[in-house]
C-alpha cells in the first residue's frame, strides 16, 4: 500500500513478519493435542475403574485416584485450548486488513521496521459520506438540530456552494472557546472537495442580528466571560480593559466574526488574551500583520 491507494473492506494492507507467532501457534497446537490424548486415556482408566468398582474389584482409593487423574487431565486440555486460541488470534493479528472501505492518508511505518502493539501503520480515510466540521458559538446552538440544513462554501473553490445537514452535535462546549462542535455530511460531493479543506458554513434560517456591522478578529482575540465568548475591549477614555461578551456569527480557520458586542473602530486585544485582566491599563500597540487587523 502507498499513499493515496483506495482499498476495500477487508482488503490486506500489511503483513507483519509471522515466523515468531507461527511457532508460538504450531507449539500451543501440539500441546493441546497431547492434552487432548493425555484427557482421551484418563477417560478410558476413569471407565475402566468405575466399571471394577462397582463389581468391588479395586478400592475406593484407586478409584478416587483415577478421578482425580480425570480432573487434572480435563483442566490440562482446558488450558491448552486456551492457549492455542490465543496463539491463532496473535497470528491473525500478524496480517492487517482495514475496517472500512476508504483511502489511505498517511503511512506511518516502513518495511522492515519494527511496530509496537497499538501502533499506528497507517490512516485510512473512510469513503462515502463527506462530513465537514464547525464549530458554532453558544447562542446560535438553540435552533440547531441533527438535519438543520446548511451551506458550505470553500475558500479553495471559490463560485461553488455545496447543500449540507447537521449530522452531529457535541454536548459539551469546548472549554477554551467556548463553543460547540458540529458535524455536517454534504448532500453531493465531488471529487473536487478534498479531505483537509477550508470552509465556511451558513445554517439555514439562522438569525440576523439587526443592524449591527459584522466586524473580523483573528481567532487568537477570542477569550471568555462564564459559558460566553468575549473579548477584551480597550477603553478609550484611559487605556484599560474592558471584558465585553460578543456573539459570533462564524468561525474562519484563523478569524472570528463577531455580530454584536462591538462597533466599528474600537480597539481590541488581538493576542495575549489569557494574560490580561479587567481594569488593566495598557498601551496600545498597532499589529505587526497585516492579517491581525480587524475589519
Do not use: C
Request: glycine share 6%.
Amino acid at each position: 500500500m502507498r499513499l493515496g491507494d483506495t482499498v476495500k473492506a477487508g482488503q490486506v494492507v500489511a503483513l507483519l513478519d509471522p515466523s515468531d507467532v507461527e511457532k508460538n501457534a504450531a507449539s500451543a497446537q501440539a500441546q493441546f493435542d497431547a492434552a487432548t490424548h493425555s484427557l482421551a486415556f484418563a477417560k478410558q482408566q476413569l471407565d475402566r475403574d468405575r466399571a471394577q468398582a462397582r463389581e468391588n474389584l479395586i478400592a475406593t482409593a484407586q478409584l478416587e485416584q483415577t478421578q482425580n487423574s480425570y480432573t487434572s487431565a480435563l483442566a490440562q486440555r482446558d488450558q491448552a485450548q486456551q492457549q492455542l486460541a490465543l496463539a491463532k488470534n496473535q497470528l491473525r493479528y500478524a496480517t492487517l486488513v482495514a475496517d472500512h472501505a476508504g483511502t489511505i492518508t498517511a503511512e506511518q511505518a516502513d518495511t522492515g521496521q519494527n511496530v509496537s502493539a497499538g501502533q499506528a501503520v497507517y490512516q485510512l480515510a473512510w469513503s462515502g459520506d463527506v462530513d465537514v466540521v464547525s464549530d458554532v458559538p453558544e447562542a446560535a446552538l438553540a435552533s440547531l438540530t441533527p438535519g438543520h440544513a446548511a451551506s458550505v462554501t470553500l475558500p479553495s473553490l471559490p463560485g461553488r456552494e455545496f447543500a449540507a445537514k447537521v449530522r452531529e452535535i457535541a454536548p459539551a462546549a469546548d472549554p477554551q472557546s467556548r463553543t460547540y462542535r458540529v458535524k455536517l455530511t454534504l448532500a453531493a460531493p465531488d471529487p473536487s472537495v478534498r479531505l483537509g479543506m477550508t470552509t465556511n458554513v451558513a445554517f439555514d434560517g439562522a438569525p440576523v442580528a439587526g443592524n449591527a456591522p459584522s466586524i473580523t478578529l483573528p481567532a487568537t482575540a477570542l477569550f471568555h466571560d462564564g459559558p460566553h465568548p468575549a473579548v477584551w475591549v480597550v477603553r478609550t477614555k484611559d487605556d484599560t480593559l474592558e471584558l465585553r461578551r460578543v456573539d459570533v456569527a462564524r468561525f474562519n480557520e484563523r478569524t472570528v466574526t463577531v455580530s454584536q458586542g462591538l462597533q466599528p473602530g474600537e480597539r481590541v486585544v488581538l493576542q495575549g488574551v489569557h494574560t490580561v485582566s479587567a481594569g488593566e491599563k495598557v498601551r496600545p500597540v498597532a499589529p505587526l500583520h497585516p492579517q491581525d487587523f480587524a475589519s
